[in-house]
């Protein structure tokens, strides 16, 4: 994954740590930093009333995480084992420097960060990924077709990167500003329908909510319209590298939670879109909601008739 490494250009120190600031606009001060030994660093500090408890802190794996008290404030460090792993760990502080920007209270920023660690945990104590499944890797595509083709164009990479909450355990896929979108895939050779996951994904407490259904076809390798997964990250990350450093970062965190790493696996197949609809879901929409299924079912999956649809199709209405 092209990536810029934030540790290339500081300097090993001869003792202690050597840092360079993330963000002055951020309400904690938070470094890139390197150790004696040349390891990776990320530190973040807040007042030491916001220190956490240290029985809070998860072990990740492949990660130290200690406090640091000061006289006049606290730190928390994070070090990174073997440096080759760099971007994950990049992607892993450039999280936690997202959750957190927008809380000017020290104690809130801080427990916005314990509870990404948490998070991570989870992600880091996997085994080795996977390779994503064919839905899964459609699924994929619909969301970055949907970010590019459609949000980009009217809001730019900076907003339209932002509004991606798939990847973060959202119940919808991208939240723009009051509107809620989920996106779905459909083979073009398969009986028209889209899957639903849960009972909350087609239920918001947004104003508005859409679901956007892309119809993807498989095509020749050598077909000049058509993209695999690998091919479609990487234009985006060309894109992105015209943009400043933070989106493209967020980009890279955001991608590789979803699971994906650039691997072989993904240069085919190749597709094409022939088809983006949009749906305004809201009432005689077909749909499961947790308000009317019967008392006791909390979890249900099901298929959704795109003819069923139809009736709803709707531009969504941004401005």
């Known amino acids: 994954m092209m990536s810029n490494n934030p540790w290339e250009d500081i300097a090993t120190p001869d003792s202690e740590y050597s840092v360079r600031l993330i963000s002055d606009k951020h309400p904690l001060k938070l470094f890139w930093g390197k150790d004696v030994h040349g390891g990776y660093l990320f530190i973040a500090q807040f007042s030491s009333e916001a220190a956490p408890d240290k029985k809070s802190l998860p072990e990740l794996a492949g990660i130290r995480i200690a406090m640091a008290p000061a006289p006049d404030c606290c730190r928390l460090v994070l070090l990174l084992n073997e440096v080759q792993n760099w971007e994950i760990f990049k992607a ?61 164009p009217k809001f730019g990479w900076a907003d339209a990167v932002s509004f991606w909450k798939g990847p973060l355990g959202a119940p919808q896929d991208f939240t723009v500003h009051d509107i809620a979108v989920e996106i779905k895939v459909q083979s073009g050779s398969a009986k028209p329908y889209v899957h639903i996951s849960s009972l909350e994904q087609l239920e918001t407490q947004l104003p508005s909510l859409y679901l956007v259904v892309n119809t993807l076809a498989t095509t020749n390798p050598d077909d000049k319209s058509g993209f695999t997964l690998n091919s479609l990250v990487r234009e985006i990350q060309t894109e992105l590298y015209r943009s400043d450093d ?62 069923a649809c139809m009736p709803f199709e709707s531009e969504i209405a941004f401005d």
């Not at 998070?119 to 994929?140: D, P, T, Y």
């Not at 094409?272 to 299924?293: D, H, K, T, Y």
Request: aromatic share 10%; glycine share 6%; proline share 3%.
């Open 92 to 152: 892993l502080c450039v999280d936690l420097t997202h959750a957190s920007e927008s809380y000017a209270n020290h104690s809130e920023a801080v427990n916005v960060i314990v509870g990404r660690l948490r998070r991570w945990h989870e992600f880091l104590k996997r085994e080795k990924q996977h390779a994503l499944s064919e839905e899964e890797v459609k699924g994929l595509i619909g969301e970055l077709l949907f970010m590019r083709e459609t949000l980009v």
């Open 246 to 307: 933070f989106t493209r970062d967020l980009f890279e965190s955001l991608v590789l939670q979803t699971g994906y790493e650039p691997i072989e696996h993904y240069d085919s197949p190749s597709f094409r879109c022939i088809v983006s609809r949009s749906f305004a879901v809201g009432e005689g929409f077909p749909r499961l909601m947790v308000a009317n299924v019967p008392s006791g079912i909390t979890k249900a999956t099901y298929q959704i008739s795109l003819d």
